[in-house]
């Protein structure tokens, strides 16, 4: 099965900063991949579907880019409501993967 | 509202069966398929099983097949989850999951329901 790797696995920025999240896929996924967004206590939420589509209600502050088996979450001026952590997942073909996650925290 | 709210958490003893329950309301159920999705206490997310929108097509992760049974019911707009021989790794709250439009993506979440599997 294809495996998702995230890295790096926990990140600390500053208001304002441009963070970046990877996520590698072990064998080629073309552009089906998703990048979720997770609170504590909360529901998931769909940020970005086929590797670069922003979801409707998404700030614009989020973007996401690659194909293949790399992928990247980008977020361009860091805002304390995005302290969460940050899921890609596979959808190409079952069984679905999840990457093992990237919690962001605010310094 | 478009929604889904899950039911059927608990403390169950290793072994023993349990069965979830995902209500829709606000869209068209039966035209969307629906997965489960879990995520143990301090852990991420961990796919679970995919039913199509039909009932016809359902698979599962490997560390649930030939436990665990997705099924729906179009007529009651809602989803199930039968666990059985459950173990303490099946611990987590367990989310249901509704597909965007591409039949691909997790648009729409429940709150999700806790399971924990303890003696």
């Known amino acids: 099965d294809i495996q998702m790797t995230q890295s790096p696995s926990s990140v600390s920025a500053s208001v304002g900063d441009r963070v970046t999240i990877t996520c590698r896929a072990s064998q080629d996924i073309r552009g089906w991949l998703a990048w979720y967004q997770k609170k504590a206590g909360k529901a998931p939420k769909l940020l970005i579907s086929a590797a670069s589509t922003l979801q409707s209600g998404v700030p614009s502050r989020f973007s996401g880019s690659g194909a293949g088996t790399d992928f990247t979450l980008t977020i361009s001026s860091l805002q304390p409501d995005d302290i969460a952590t940050y899921y890609c997942q596979r959808a190409d073909s079952f069984p679905y993967a999840f990457g093992q996650g990237t919690k962001l925290e605010i310094k | 509202q478009v929604q889904l709210v899950e039911s059927g958490g608990g403390v169950v003893q290793p072994g023993r069966s349990l069965r979830l329950s995902c209500a829709a309301s606000g869209f068209i159920f039966d035209t969307y398929g629906m997965h489960w999705v879990r995520q143990a206490p301090g852990k991420g997310l961990e796919w679970v099983a995919v039913?199509?929108?039909?009932?016809?097509?359902?698979y599962y992760a490997d560390s649930v097949k030939g436990r665990f049974s997705i099924s729906r019911d179009n007529t009651k707009d809602t989803l199930y989850l039968q666990m059985n021989s459950l173990k303490p790794e099946d611990t987590a709250v367990y989310y249901c999951?509704?597909?965007?439009?591409?039949?691909?993506?997790?648009?729409?979440w429940g709150r999700g329901t806790l399971v924990t599997v303890s003696s």
């Open positions: 999951a509704k597909v965007d439009s591409r039949d691909r993506y997790f648009d729409l």
């Open positions: 039913i199509s929108y039909d009932g016809t097509n359902k």
